[in-house]
């Protein structure tokens, strides 16, 4: 009799609650699933990729501060709903100006346009250059206190600036979308493909059996990064096409698990038995074997998810991954890992941290998983 998936759910929750390595690693992977989901709300830069360049701050240190001054552009953005800005992040009219002081003089704004240390230079703005069309007619105190308020502002940068000047904290959580994407799309194809191929080969045996290994050892022959490569090439680059790039790949590690644990559970008295009643192979498989490994879905769902990322992250560094201005960890590092020798190796080495943590989140997961379920490899 084939066991109830439901039935386990709950207590291999609890083992693993009981594993303080899973439990960190749980926590480190739901944070950055919420991190990711809700990016734009977080973010200090909240435009779209979190792209906003202030040439004049690259590459500054963490926790570094500066008033900025926000002037109206000549491009004006669509509006955008809040469901749009949440996902998408907040088009902006303005540009961020870097500034030491300001001083109001009559209907006209003086700043000191900071450049970069030591280096100043005037810039004068008049009054109503500044303002929204709906504020111009509002008086002249009234319109030095709206541009207080609402165009200058104190902006600090918890993890510094990249070379573009662009927010590195508010890029990392942006990024994370794009890891936590590749690992779930990899992942649901890659056992997709697996579960399909592996369970049949397992099941039917034969010259079934024969061709899907065939194919499963031409595969296993080619180094991972190649094969992506190729594939790539064939489909183009982009956002989605690297998903899917990369989880074409790793189907083969699931459909060789899957076939393994398929071969010994054909033989089980429950199969024989559901045979004999007469039920078609197809029911057999999809509702009485595979419930059965589970387990081992798991498993590899986890150490997939791990791959992936840091497939992503390679191919990112390539420059055959996710394309600019779009945030990658990957990317990130790419960007600026020259800056390692001179005196800001912060911009490479902070996306290579998160994305050392959460792989080994997810390794670790997978090890606690292989633990609670005593699968075999």
């Not at 592996?198 to 045996?205: D, E, R």
């Not at 790039?245 to 083969?252: C, K, R, Y």
């Not at 071969?263 to 024989?272: A, C, D, G, P």
């Not at 997939?304 to 590092?333: D, K």
Request: hydrophobic share 50%; proline share 4%.
């Amino acid at each position: 009799m084939a066991s109830d998936v439901r039935s386990t759910k709950d207590p291999i929750i609890k083992k693993l609650l009981r594993k303080p390595s899973a439990v960190v690693s749980l926590a480190v992977i739901g944070l950055t699933v919420l991190l990711a989901i809700f990016a734009y709300l977080f973010a200090p830069d909240n435009s779209p990729y979190a792209n906003r360049m202030v040439i004049e701050l690259g590459a500054r240190q963490p926790g570094f501060s500066k008033q900025l001054l926000y002037i109206p552009t000549t491009t004006k953005q669509d509006k955008q709903g809040k469901l749009s800005q949440w996902f998408n992040g907040k088009a902006s009219d303005l540009k961020a100006l870097p500034i030491n002081t300001y001083a109001f003089r009559d209907s006209l704004l003086i700043a000191q346009h900071y450049m970069d240390d030591g280096i100043t230079d005037t810039v004068t703005f008049a009054l109503k250059q500044l303002l929204p069309i709906d504020k111009q007619g509002i008086s002249l105190i009234e319109q030095q206190r709206y541009i207080e308020h609402n165009q200058i502002k104190q902006a600090t940068f918890w993890l510094g600036t990249d070379r573009y000047g662009r927010d590195i904290l508010s890029r990392l959580l942006v990024g994370a979308r794009v890891s936590i994407a590749v690992g779930l799309v990899a992942v649901l194809l890659s056992l997709s493909i697996g579960i399909v191929l592996g369970s049949l080969a397992g099941y039917f045996g034969g010259i079934t059996d024969n061709i899907v290994m065939w194919l499963i050892n031409i595969l296993w022959s080619i180094p991972t990064l190649l094969l992506v490569f190729a594939i790539t090439l064939t489909i183009g680059k982009g956002f989605w096409e690297i998903f899917i790039a990369i989880g074409l790949t790793m189907w083969v590690s699931a459909a060789r698990l899957i076939r393994g644990q398929v071969l010994v559970l054909r033989e089980m008295e429950y199969v024989t038995a559901a045979k004999a009643i007469g039920l078609g192979d197809m029911r057999i498989i999809f509702r009485h074997i595979l419930p059965n490994i589970a387990g081992p879905l798991m498993v590899i769902a986890a150490s997939n998810f791990a791959a992936a990322i840091l497939i992503e992250a390679g191919l990112s560094f390539l420059g055959i991954g996710v394309q600019p201005p779009q945030p990658s960890w990957g990317l990130m590092i790419k960007e600026h890992y020259n800056f390692i020798l001179t005196n800001r190796p912060l911009l490479a080495i902070i996306p290579g941290i998160a994305i050392m943590l959460l792989v080994y989140a997810f390794n670790v997961l997978g090890n606690a998983l292989r633990d609670v379920l005593d699968v075999k490899d």
